[in-house]
């Protein structure tokens, strides 16, 4: 928030005793406050991606909302196992979101099968690339970047209004993730090897 935000909350709360001691509470609330509004946004991203293909899965972000790798995936029945698109939390929890392609590769630091060939993830990789610009991947991720910035960190006012606002947020993320699987049928429909 920025300071003449903080110091109108102030200000409000200093009304009245009543108005302060709402105040303190909603703040020491605050952690149980953002889990249940990324809870229901979950709720929301199911049904804006529900078509009757893609199988969501939110589990991470109803069970442990603000945890590191929290977030949610999207797969297709046709897809092999293990491909994936999500959009995840990094190591630091809820102050660092990312979306791209699951499909790992062989590294030691990720020995979790199923593994893709690097022609198949360099082939995902370039695909997004051209649809959703610029990217990185990792051993985990075949093609990833950050979300926006005004919404990768759910713990500043903006991306905490978006997620309560649900729409626009949720339209960059159908966007992006439609996207991301467009590029994954191209590489799928062309054959390139797993």
Known sequence: MQKIEIDAVIAA????????????RVGLAFGELRNAVIRDFADEIIVAL?????????????????ASYAGFTV???????????????????VNDYILGVVARNRAKRDNKPPFFSEEFRNAVSKAATTRLGGGSSTAGWAWYQYVDKEWR?????TALDALV??????????????MMEEAIAEVLAVGVAM
């Open 13 to 24: 709360a200093r009304k009245s005793p009543e108005f302060m001691h709402s105040a303190l």
């Open 50 to 66: 529900n078509d009757g293909v893609r199988v969501v899965d939110v589990r991470a972000w109803r069970e442990r909302p603000t």
């Open 153 to 157: 960190n759910f713990s500043t006012a």
């Open 165 to 178: 606002e649900k729409n626009q947020l949720i339209n960059y993320l159908v966007t992006k993730i439609t």
């Open 75 to 93: 797969r297709h029945p046709g897809w092999p196992s293990g491909l994936e698109v999500a959009v995840e939390a990094q190591s630091g929890g």
